[in-house]
């Protein structure tokens, strides 16, 4: 998107008097304080008539140029370019200030859009979607979705768009709000990622409640954060920007999370749920419990129990069928059945959101009649694929896990370790391949995964091209096996140095594949 011209406005006045408030502004270049802009960018293509242009990132002086000649009538940056003939705004952190802007230029949308928003290393986009499944029937399909996978802007199937990012770049996010508002959406559901911390891609912004589902080592490395620290600090702040706050208790460092979240919420406010029978965190106060009934490939459902005043309020106790298989999916869908029962669900809608929720690329399962089952997921680190693959062994104790996986280049590096370790853990063949190399070679991520495989443990197999990876495993694969195609789902891509390299996608080659298997 990268640029924004819905009917709305902001003037030099404005901009300057909440740069003040945020102890952003430096200094500004502008002689009047009436100018008024209609349109603002962060891309220079993307600029229109008298636009407020934002400089940042690895940003070039040609860019500012080129946006001058689009009709920029003015600059947002955290360094004068003073070779370019108009006027700037020098602030302190460019990225705070367009997020604070962005906001105030389409009049705060976030007033009018009830928000919840997940983070966790693993859940949020399947939190997300059970979410909008059950208030899509509590307002009518009212309900927008920011996510991973796909940005959902209204109630009809052109309103759909694929997403780029977890979380968009804070012009984009309060572009696209201003249109779900437009569209009569009258509730959001977010996933917010550490990035979008990091590069406060949310600054100033607020939900009506914020959800922590777990958090476990993960994009940590160059281009991310620089240590574990710093990953939870940044998730954490979800919690500290949230009027209500739930936590799952079964996953390390909730103590830390939980304080986090008392810091700027009342204890009133914080509903904490844990699995029965789990003795993690126990020290955490215990407002829903939630056990397992059923934990099959067939059949997931729960028994939900409010243990605290409050959960009682909140009349979610009863038993729940989920549609996905795992046994991680229950925690995902007690955090769901929470945050819209604050929202106004009734036990049946969120019996009925639960019961139909499909999310692509999450756990879609592709039975052959002569070969193995295939199993489509989105695991592409340790926690998700040891979760995927414990859950699987225990549904098929003597069944072969055979696993097709590569990992991402120049980001979450640390994945390779972590997913030759869930390998060698639970699986009897590998299959290495390409995830999404960037400008890496695919080879040597494949070998520094494999590096954490014990060879004679687990068969190794290296084939460079993903398709003939997947076609190999599946057609060699016997009655009895388990086949997870792990980590691109409906991805119809591969980044390939800078560019998305079209690609059929996971779930298209096996559904192909398995047809007369
Ligand atoms: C490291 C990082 O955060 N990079 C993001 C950032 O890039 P950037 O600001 O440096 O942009 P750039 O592409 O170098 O260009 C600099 C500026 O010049 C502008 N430009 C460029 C060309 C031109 O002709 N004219 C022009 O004006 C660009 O629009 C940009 O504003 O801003 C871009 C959009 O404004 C993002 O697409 C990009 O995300 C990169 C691609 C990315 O993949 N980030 C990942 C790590 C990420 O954020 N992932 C998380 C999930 C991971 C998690 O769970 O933490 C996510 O939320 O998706
Ligand atoms: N609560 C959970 N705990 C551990 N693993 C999970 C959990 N929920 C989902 N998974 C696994 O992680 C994969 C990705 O799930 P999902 O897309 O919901 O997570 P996410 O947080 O959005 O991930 P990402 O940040 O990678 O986009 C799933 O396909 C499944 O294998």
């Known amino acids: 998107m990268e640029g924004a011209s819905i009917l709305a406005q902001i003037t030099v006045d404005e901009v300057l008097m909440l740069l003040k408030e945020h102890d952003l502004l430096i200094k500004s270049q502008f002689s009047s304080l009436d100018q008024s802009f209609n349109s603002i960018a962060y891309n220079s293509k993307a600029v229109s008539n008298d636009c407020l242009f934002f400089c940042k990132g690895n940003f ?84 927008a979705l920011f996510s991973t996978i796909n940005t959902v802007l209204g109630p009809h199937s052109g309103d759909v768009i694929k997403s780029s990012l977890t979380t968009p770049e804070s012009l984009d996010l309060f572009t696209n709000m201003t249109k779900a508002l437009q569209k009569g959406m009258t509730h959001l559901v977010m996933e917010v990622s550490s990035q979008a911390y990091k590069k406060q891609r949310v600054y100033n912004l607020h939900y009506d409640v914020g959800v922590f589902l777990n958090i476990s080592p993960d994009h940590i490395g160059r281009n991310e954060h620089p240590t574990f620290a710093d990953y939870l600090h940044c998730k954490e702040q979800l919690l500290v920007n949230a009027k209500r706050c739930v936590i799952n208790a079964d996953s390390d460092h909730m103590v830390d999370v939980y304080y986090t979240a008392k810091a700027t919420s009342q204890p009133e406010d914080i509903f904490v749920y844990h699995r029965k029978g789990s003795t993690q965190n126990a020290q955490l106060p215990k407002d829903i419990e939630y056990e397992s009934l059923a934990d099959s490939l067939s059949e997931n459902k729960i028994k939900i129990t409010s243990i605290s005043d409050k959960a009682k309020q909140l009349g979610i106790d009863g038993t729940y069928e989920i549609s ?158 388990m086949v997870v195609v792990a980590g691109k789902g409906h991805d119809a891509f591969q980044k390939i140095n800078g560019k998305n390299v079209p690609y059929p996608g996971d779930a298209t080659i096996v559904a192909n594949l398995v047809k007369g298997l």
Do not use: C, W
């Not at 460019?94 to 928003?117: C, E, W």
């Not at 039975?367 to 295939?374: A, E, F, M, R, V």
């Not at 994945?415 to 391949?433: D, H, M, P, V």
């Open 60 to 143: 070039h002086e040609a860019y500012l140029a080129d946006a001058k000649q689009r009709g920029a009538k003015g600059y947002v940056s955290e360094k004068p370019y003073d070779n370019i003939a108009i006027p700037g705004i020098i602030v302190k952190n460019i990225q705070k200030a367009m997020s604070l802007l962005s906001a105030a230029f389409f009049g705060f949308p976030q007033n009018d859009l009830p928000t919840i928003a997940y983070t966790g290393t693993k859940g949020k986009t399947t939190s997300a979607y059970f979410t909008k499944s059950i208030l899509d029937h509590v307002y009518n399909r009212k309900v």
């Open 324 to 481: 996905l298989p795992g046994d991680y999916n229950e925690g995902n869908a007690v955090a769901a059945a929470i945050t819209s029962a604050m929202m106004g669900a009734k036990p049946a809608e969120i019996a009925d959101g639960l019961a139909h929720t499909r999310v692509p690329g999450r756990m879609e399962i592709y039975p052959t009649q002569s070969h193995g089952t295939i199993y489509v997921d989105y695991a592409h680190n340790y926690g998700s694929l040891h979760s995927v693959l414990t859950f699987l062994k225990k549904q098929s104790p003597t069944g072969r896990v055979i696993v097709i996986t590569g990992s991402t280049g120049d980001k979450g590096i640390d994945r390779r370790k972590g997913l030759g370790k869930a390998i060698n853990e639970s699986a009897n063949i590998a299959y290495l391949t390409t995830d999404d190399p960037a400008t890496e070679d695919p080879k040597v991520i494949a070998d520094e995964i494999a590096a954490h495989i014990d060879s004679k443990r687990v068969k190794t197999t290296y084939i460079a091209n993903r398709q003939a990876a997947i076609e190999q495993a599946v057609t060699h694969s016997q009655q009895g096996d």
